[in-house]
């Protein structure tokens, strides 16, 4: 293989040549939603070298972060040296990392770019602007050039490339000027940080604050360190390492506590494989008679893995069912179903069950019916917001319970009032319809000709289950569902709001729940309606409040104005003339800068001529200025701005603002009449 790159090919960048190309890279799959750590991706590439020659995969997280340059010295091996900002291997410069700026492109640009790609260092330098010109794109400026370069180059492998243009072109928009905020946030904090450096003299910033920039506000670490370089300064990058890898933990424990700790949830793996599979017959049955294969104490729970079993482990964003155990005069709560693949392990209060013994198995049919019903309302929503919003909305994840249902879906934008009111009827018009709910098992290529979607979260085998709601959808899907729409009974949006970046979450109720809503609304409109003086009609008796409170809205603004108008009239009888000028300097009651302004305005209009005002107002706690000057009196070397500025510093406080008017607050009222005196003396001075 030959590494020789002439001049001219040098300066103009091609697609790849598996004749030239030091690096062949399959099956590449780089970010595409997922946050993998980079480490796994380039682990996860396949290469060949040619004896004695060198190369380096570049790839991008969904998360934001780069290939480490170390990392990728590690996976080829030989000589290398790497720095700051490049990589050496055997002398050879590899790969520069100055100017990296990843912020043109995403996790899935570059995956689409890379894969089943031949790479050439030599060609491929993908740090900063340089990523555009590897891919011949050096002539494509624009976000909305590269975005249709990428269509291009993908569309036949990845149709649906060309059928979301709009929605793709939509999101990397949102993206970008979510990360264009994100760095506007993060540099305003880091110009803080950069502040209390200088301020405290030290040459580094604490590894806590850099990891709550990166954590907290999303500003990349990479980022951080290169604006820091800038000004000077280094990161405690063993410490920010170490809080990385302390969040992961805690991450971690958390994912594996979701069903208990992470010894449980080995435990019950090890409890399901030590017997053969539970036959699962809860889509048929709520209640079975059946053995119990094993049991085994956890102490104030009790693993138990029954022969047949009604309960829906859960799954697919549905909660597990609870119920009844009951033998020989016995019975124990269930408390959780743990899904084991297709095998599943009860979780019972604890009880002295003997292994062998025959048990009856009942599910708790209120609570799996209202799951139900909120599970195919999932269904109906949907199809109503891909029916109202476009076939871009996509499930994002999902928790059907008893009480309520949660949906999240792949939309940019909030939705209007019009699109929820619209969205919920139409799940309430299929619901009142009585659609047939039937379900069916086939193998997953059948399902997929019969257009059969398949759901978020989920993982599927060759043998799949369908569900499918008359005329409405038709959707891969292992949960339990009701037998007509019409038992869903209601359906009522309770909350919509964002989830995720480009992803939004709905919450509703179906059923009794519904119902409940609408009764406790219900009440509560009857309850306003009697505060108002009129129980029968609540929006009467709010009209009609609406129009009491403006009237005395009009009436206290006039009272106001006559109020205001008074204390004019009070004021300007204060007024003195020095040097053919009015002068007024004067303490009022007026708390606030407006009112005080409205006075001095009606004050300058009453005296007419050259005035100059200074007005003071305020409460216990601070202290309002407003100063005026005509123009008479500015061409006598008077200025309102100086004159606010001299009566401020005196009561604690600052201001500013023209020749002709200018505003200011204190915080110490008691020194008002301190703040006058040292007004009227400049005054005095400049008229002398």
């Not at 399959?26 to 040619?50: C, M, P, Y």
């Not at 909305?144 to 793709?168: C, F, H, S, T, W």
């Not at 609406?546 to 809205?553: D, N, S």
């Not at 205001?564 to 009651?589: D, I, N, P, S």
């Amino acid at each position: 293989m030959s590494t020789t790159t002439n001049e001219s090919t040098a300066d103009k960048p091609r697609l790849l040549d598996p004749e030239q190309d030091l690096l062949r890279v399959e099956n590449l799959k780089v970010g595409f939603g997922e946050k993998r750590d980079v480490t796994e991706i380039v682990h996860g590439v396949s290469f060949s070298l040619a004896p004695g020659e060198c190369l380096a995969i570049v790839g991008e997280s969904g998360s934001g972060k780069s290939v480490s340059a170390r990392t990728l010295v590690g996976l080829t091996g030989g000589k290398s040296h790497v720095s700051a900002d490049r990589m050496e291997f055997d002398g050879r410069d590899l790969l520069s990392f100055k100017d990296r700026d990843w912020r043109g492109l995403r996790g899935k640009d570059i995956g689409f770019i890379l894969q089943d790609a031949l790479v050439s260092l030599d060609q491929l330098r993908p740090v900063g602007k340089e990523i555009d010109e590897a891919l011949g794109l050096h002539d494509w400026g624009s976000k909305k050039e590269r975005q249709e370069r990428v269509i291009e180059l993908m569309g036949d492998v990845y149709p649906e490339l060309a059928a979301e243009r709009d929605n793709i072109a939509r999101w990397v928009g949102d993206e970008e000027e979510s990360f264009g905020r994100t760095l506007v946030r993060g540099q305003e904090m880091l110009e803080r940080l950069v502040a209390e450096a200088r301020e405290s003299s030290t040459s580094w910033i604490e590894a806590e604050d850099a990891f709550k920039l990166h954590d907290t506000y999303g500003f990349p670490y990479d980022l951080t360190k290169e604006l820091l370089a800038e000004q000077g300064l280094a990161v405690d990058d063993d410490g920010f390492v170490e809080l990385m890898e302390e969040q992961r933990t805690r991450a971690r424990t958390g994912a594996a506590t979701a069903h208990g700790s992470e010894d449980t949830h080995a435990r019950v793996q090890e409890f399901a494989a030590a017997t053969s599979p539970s036959n699962f017959v809860g889509y048929e049955t709520l209640r079975a008679t059946t053995g119990v294969a094993a049991i085994e104490s956890q102490g104030e729970r009790a693993l138990l893995k029954l022969e047949t079993s009604p309960f829906y482990a859960e799954g697919g964003g549905q909660v597990a069912d609870s119920g009844l155990l009951r033998w020989d005069g016995d019975e124990a709560e269930v408390v959780d179903v743990y899904r084991v693949g297709g095998d599943q392990v009860v979780a019972i209060e604890a009880k002295e069950i003997p292994a062998g013994a025959e048990v009856e198995a009942v599910v708790d049919r209120e609570t799996r019916h209202a799951t139900m019903r909120n599970h195919t309302a999932t269904h109906l929503l949907h199809a109503a917001l891909r029916e109202r919003l476009g076939t871009h909305v996509r499930q994002a994840g999902s928790a059907v319970r008893p009480d309520k249902l949660r949906f999240d879906f792949t939309h940019g934008a909030s939705l209007s009032p019009e699109e929820l009111r619209d969205v919920e009827d139409r799940v309430n018009e299929w619901i009142k319809a009585s659609a047939p709910v039937r379900w069916l098992e086939m193998e997953r290529p059948e399902a997929e000709a019969l257009g059969a979607m398949a759901l978020f979260g989920e993982k599927y085998g060759e043998w799949v289950r369908v569900v499918e709601i008359d005329g409405v959808s038709r959707e891969l899907c292992g949960g339990t569902h009701v037998a007509n729409t019409a038992e869903i009974g209601i359906f009522k949006v309770t909350a919509e709001g964002s989830s995720a970046a480009n992803v939004r979450r709905i919450e509703a109720i179906t059923g009794p729940a519904g119902i409940d809503f609408f009764r406790d609304r219900d009440a509560a409109l009857r309850e306003a309606g009697e505060l108002l003086g009129n129980p029968q009609d609540a929006l009467a008796g709010a009209r009609r409040a609406a129009e009491r409170l403006k009237e005395a809205g009009a009436q206290g603004e006039q009272a106001q104005r006559q109020a205001l108008g008074e204390e004019a009239k009070r004021l300007a009888g204060e007024a003195y003339e020095l040097a053919g000028v009015q002068v007024l300097v004067a303490a009022t009651e007026l708390t606030d800068q407006k009112s005080l302004l409205d006075v001095a305005n009606r004050i300058q209009s009453t005296l007419g001529g050259d005035v100059v005002q200074v007005l003071a107002g305020g409460d216990k706690d601070k202290v309002a200025l407003v100063t005026l000057a005509t123009p008479g009196a500015i061409a006598k070397g008077l200025s309102a701005a100086e004159l606010v500025r001299t009566a401020a510093s005196v009561v604690g406080g600052g201001g500013g603002g023209r020749d002709d008017m200018a505003q200011a607050g204190g915080r110490e009222p008691a020194k008002i009449d301190d703040a006058l005196g040292a007004a009227r003396a400049l005054i005095e001075e400049k008229l002398g």
